[in-house]
């Protein structure tokens, strides 16, 4: 795994940068007239583990540290 940086506000917190996955949920369909038909939202996440758990975070929020 990668060693990166994750922005929480104005700190950096030093994480381990997993991978970058797509989060999916269902909405239902809205019972008014007119209204939303339904599907499926999706959009991307990073994973990272800080203090050995995992979160899930924007991708724009992580720093990636260059290995050399």
Same mark, same amino acid.
């Given at each position: ?7 929480? #506000? ?14 999916? &949920?269902?909405?239902? +369909? ?8 339904? #599907? ?8 990272v ?5 995992? &979160?899930?975070?924007n +991708?724009f929020?992580?720093?990636?540290v260059?290995?050399?």
């Amino acid at each position: 795994m990668q060693e990166c940086y994750i922005k929480d #506000g104005e700190d950096l917190i030093e994480a381990e940068f997993i991978g970058i996955y797509q989060h999916s &949920r269902v909405i239902e +369909p809205s019972p008014m007239l007119g209204g939303h038909p339904g #599907g499926v939202i999706a959009h991307p996440i990073a994973l990272v583990r800080v203090n050995n758990r995992f &979160r899930q975070v924007n +991708p724009f929020d992580v720093v990636m540290v260059e290995e050399d």
